[in-house]
Structure formats: C-alpha cells, structure tokens
DNA sequence: ATCTAATTCGACTAGCCAAG
DNA sequence: CTTGGCTAGTCGAATTAGAT
C-alpha cells in the first residue's frame, strides 16, 4: 500500500522515491523488529551518497517509526535536499511530522495531534518508538560534528513511547546502532544539547508549521494572536523567557553579593579586633620583658643587701667568740665555787636527818591524843539526835491544831455562800419564763405568712399550666407550616429553573434541536437534576464546589459537540470551553 | 529492563477588576 | 452587562532517580 512519496529535489528534480510501510508486506511482517533494527543501520550506503550542495551535520537522514499512530511499522530514508511527502487523507503524512517533533523532545501539544505521549501510541500496542538519525560528518576543513568520538559520523536518538503509567525514555546510539552510554549527563540535557548543536527547533512554528498553527496565522483575526505567533516563530519569545530567567538569577545574585559584602564588612570588624588584640598581646609582651629585667635587677640588689648582712654576721660572730672564751674561764672559777658549796650541803643534810627522826616521836604522841578526841565527839553527837526527835514531834502536833482550826473556819464561809447561789436560780428562771411567752407569739405570726405563701404558690402553678397549653397549640401551627413548605419545595424541585435563568428556554431548543435530528443522541443535562444529595445540609458546598457545571449538558461524541443551539449569547461566558461546558453550547 | 515515587512544569480554571 | 486581562491555585503529564 502506496504510503508516501518522497521527492529528492537537491539531487533529482523530477525523480521520485516513493516509500512503502513495510509493516503491511506480508513477508516483512514476518522478519520481526529486531531484523528491521539492523536494516535501520545497515542502510547507509543510501544514505552516504551525497551532492555538491548538501549539509555535512544537523539534517536528517532516516526515521524510523514502530506503532506510531497509523503506522505499524515504517521507515523513510530522507533525501540530502528538500523532500516532498504526498499521499492521501489518513495515510500518516503528518504522522511523520509528528514522529519527527516528539521524537526530538518537542512537546505532544505542539504536534497538533495528541494530549499525551501514551495517545500517539497505535491503537493495539503496549508501546512504541521513534528512530531518527541525524548527520554528523566532517567533510572538508570546517568540523562541526558533534562529540565525534561518541557518535561517529551519525547519530540515531531513539524515543520509546509507553501507553500505560511512565517507563518511556531517551536512547542515543552511534552510526553502526551501537548504544551510547551517557557520562554524568542525563538523557533530556543530551538532546538540548544535541538540538542546539544543530540548532533544530521543532516547535518553532517557522521551522514546523503544523496545521493549527497555519490556520491560527492565517485565519485569526487577532492581532495579539499574529504578535504571539511572530514572537514563537522568530525566536524572540525564548530570547525574552531567557532575558527574564537572566534579570531574575541577576537580581538574586546582586542579593547574595550584598549579603557577602555584609559579611566582608563584618569580618572587617573582626579583623580590626584581632589586630588590637594582637597589639595588646605584643604590648604585653614587651612589657613582660620589661618586667624580668626588674627582676633580675631586683634579685641582685637582694643578693648585695644579704651580702653586707653577711659581712655583719661574720663581724658580729667574731664578738660572739671572743664572749664564749671569757665565759669558759668565768664557768671554771664557777665549778670549783660548786664543789664548795656540795661539802656545805652534805653537813647540812645529816643536821636534817637527826631533826626529823625527833619530828616523827613527836608525831606519834599527837595521834594517840587524836583518837581519844574523836570517841568524845560520837557521844556528843548520839545525845544531839535524841534532842532533836523531841523536837519534832512537838512540832507535829503543833500543825495538826492549826489545820483543824481553818477547816471550822472553811465550813462557816460554805454555808453564807449557799444562801445567796439559791436566790440567783430563782431569779433566772423568771427571765426565761417570759422569754418563752414572747417566742409563741412569733411562732403564730410566721403561720400566718406561711399560710399566704402557700396560696400564692398555687395560683402561680395554675398560670404555668394555662401557659403550657399555650406552648402545645403553637407546636401544632409549626409542624403544619413545616409541611406546607416541604409540599411547596417538592413542587419547585421540579422545575428546572432553578439551573440557571434561560435554562427552560435552551432545554426546549435541545429538544427541538433532537427533533431535527442535529444531535446523534439526546444531550444529557443540566448536570445539577442529576445529583442527589443524601444529606441536605451539605447541598450549598456542593453547589458551590460544581458552579456552572450544575447547568451544564453533557454529550458522547465529537460530533454533538460541535452543535450550536442558540447563537445569540445570553448572561452566560464562552470564552473558558465554550463547548463542553457553557450551557448556550453543547 | 521495568516499576515506583518524587519532583517539575505547563495547561487550565475561577475570581477579580477595568474598560467599553 | 459583556468582554478581556491578570493572577493565584489546582491538576495532571512528563521526567528522573532509585529500587527491584
């Protein structure tokens, strides 16, 4: 099946390549993937032959796509100059475009033709994978290749695309399909480089312009469209993103500076204080010095004082010497004077003893003369006791009168007190008869009050009971009101109204509309007579939550979705999605 | 090679305000 | 009252590092 056809305008003018997808020739399909892998690098031989004008680096030379949209399987070698892809509606021509924008990191939205890179995925496969290869050859004196030495003269980036949950990446392999291993850099940093190298921009809209691109700077009448597209496409919108990121690092950086120079100027300040410290310590240093040779000076005029000091002592032992040699000569003169003095002693002593042997027959004579006085003094002593026991015992019966006597005297005062105890009792006890009277009185005044207390007590529970009846009636007028107005709510839920004001009005248009069968199925709608709140009082945050969706009507197809009911616009904004969400649209 | 979790970044939306 | 510009917040796709 006739795919596409490529022409070669650099080389042969009128000559035309034409492509197949190789997928649908039934006995390629049976060689499987891994054998196209090898013809994807073993086709060189097309691709090295060149003309006199084409580029040496950054073209492509081949693509190769497997389960890519509609394609299954398919590969195109490119011509060295202009190419040409013709075919027909749904043969995959933008497909190829597509590959190559996504398959060199562009964006899905900028491709026109998916949301996410799991929707360019071939309906039936798990995965799929863009091969492209780009030029990098040196011919002649000029080199721009790119890290030869990785690459060669070719270098093939390879996309894989997954359909469900993430695990696609980025692969870089050299002119023989041998894979390059990445040193310290990651996948996405190597294509930027890679792109920039070559300078291949494939989201500027002048490098590729897809479809809605054309048609947005062709058809809008929007001058701020046609300002936004001219920006993208000559670069300047990215000069300006890059001139804003540069003031936004310029401003930070002029931050950090200033919060450098706060620090220079603080360590300044230390500086300045280590310096004066360092001077003191110098200062102190010398001074210290200063100090040992004082010292040292010092100790040396002690040493000359203590010198004189010992000149003074020797003089003055020398005196001392001469004293202790008279002293000798004094000491012997002394000792013969004692043994003198000894000779007189001895005869004194014996005079002693002869004295003393008289003083101990004297003193035998004395004690015998003692004893005789001492048995004197015992019977002296028995008579003294005897005189004293009389004595006492006169006493005794002294005291016994005298107590006898205050106990009369006790008794006689007893008797005058119990006379006037008995006439104060009775004078009491009047006092308290009369206090009795006056308490029986009161007694009968406060049953009196109590009495009228009581009355006024039961008239007050017959006015509570009348209010009670009062409280009762009312409960029954509130629970009819109650269900009056639940009747009167469940007669509005109804209506649908309460969706929005041109609600009934558009209902009717779909429903006309239906009728003339410009919808394929009937919209579905609004939104809110859909939902069911279980609990009532959270139904105002859920109407606040959902907001115009409430109103909104739903559609399953793309078709129904392009319908326009009414296309006056009424209190309603269409700008936001106009055609999913806005209710004049559904 | 595959899967998962964390992070980044762009697209989208609601709300506010001013101008016509 | 409508429209368009701007901003803050949210959501989800894409990417990457790390584990298996």
Avoid at 172 to 178: A, E, G, L, S
Avoid at 252 to 270: A, N, R, T
Wanted: proline share 1%; with cysteine; aromatic share 6%.
């Amino acid at each position: 099946v006739r795919c596409s056809k490529a022409m070669d305008c650099g080389r042969k003018a009128a000559e035309e390549t034409i492509m197949e997808d190789v997928s649908n020739e039934e006995d390629e399909e049976s060689t499987g993937v891994e054998d196209e892998s090898e013809a994807f690098a073993d086709q060189h031989e097309q691709v090295d032959s060149r003309s006199a004008y084409e580029a040496d680096v950054g073209i492509f030379e081949k693509i190769r796509l497997e389960n890519f949209m509609s394609h299954h399987l398919f590969e195109f070698v490119f011509g060295s100059n202009v190419n040409i892809i013709c075919g027909q509606n749904g043969s995959g021509k933008s497909a190829i475009i597509a590959a190559l924008q996504i398959g060199l990191g562009a964006r899905t939205s900028s491709a026109d033709r998916g949301k996410s890179v799991s929707s360019y995925v071939r309906n039936g496969a798990s995965s799929g994978t863009i091969k492209i290869q780009i030029r990098n050859r040196k011919v002649g004196e000029v080199d721009n290749r790119y890290n030869p030495h990785l690459y060669g003269d070719s270098i093939i980036v390879e996309r894989k695309l997954v359909r469900t949950g993430s695990g696609g990446g980025w692969t870089f392999r050299d002119r023989n399909d041998r894979k390059v291993k990445l040193q310290g850099i990651a996948p996405r940093e190597e294509l930027t480089r890679i792109l920039d190298h070559f300078n291949l921009r494939v989201e500027n809209p002048i490098a590729v312009l897809t479809q809605q691109k054309s048609k947005q700077f062709l058809s809008s009448g929007k001058d701020t469209d046609r300002y936004k597209f001219f920006m993208e496409a000559t670069g300047l919108q990215q000069v300006k993103s890059e001139l804003i990121a540069i003031a936004r690092v310029k401003t930070e950086i002029s931050q950090i500076l200033d919060k450098k120079k706060s620090f220079v100027e603080e360590i300044e300040k230390g500086l300045a204080e280590l310096k004066k410290r360092y001077d003191l310590a110098q200062e102190m240093s010398t001074l210290e010095g200063r100090i040992e040779e004082l010292e040292s000076l010092w100790a040396w005029t002690l040493v000359a004082e203590e010198e004189d000091t010992l000149e003074k002592h020797k003089e003055q032992v020398k005196i001392f010497e001469e004293r202790i040699q008279e002293h000798q000569n004094n000491t012997e003169i002394c000792e013969l004077e004692v043994q003198r003095s000894r000779a007189q002693v001895d005869s004194l002593n014996e005079e002693i003893n002869t004295a003393t042997q008289k003083i101990r027959a004297q003193t035998q004579k004395m004690n015998s003369t003692r004893t005789e006085l001492r048995s004197l003094k015992q019977e002296i002593s028995i008579q003294g006791k005897e005189i004293n026991a009389c004595d006492s015992a006169i006493r005794d019966a002294a005291r016994r009168a005298s107590k006898l006597e205050d106990d009369l005297r006790a008794a006689r005062a007893k008797h005058e007190q119990g006379n006037s105890a008995l006439h104060d009792i009775e004078k009491d006890l009047e006092e308290k008869q009369a206090e009795k009277r006056r308490s029986e009185a009161n007694v009968e005044a406060m049953e009196a009050e109590l009495a009228k207390l009581v009355e006024q007590l039961h008239r007050v529970r017959d006015d509570m009971q009348g209010v009670d009846r009062e409280i009762q009636k009312s409960g029954v007028h509130e629970d009819r009101a109650r269900s009056e107005a639940q009747q009167y709510q469940k007669s509005q839920g109804n209506s649908l109204s309460k969706w929005g004001r041109h609600i009934l009005e558009l209902q009717s248009k779909i429903d006309k509309a239906f009728d003339e069968g410009k919808f394929k199925k009937k919209p579905i709608g609004p939104v809110g007579a859909y939902v069911n709140v279980k609990e009532e009082e959270w139904a105002r945050a859920i109407q606040h939550c959902l907001g115009s969706t409430l109103s909104a009507y739903l559609v399953d197809n793309s078709h129904d979705q392009g319908v326009t009911v009414c296309k006056e616009k009424r209190g309603y904004r269409s700008r936001a999605s106009p055609q999913t969400k806005t209710p004049l649209h559904v």
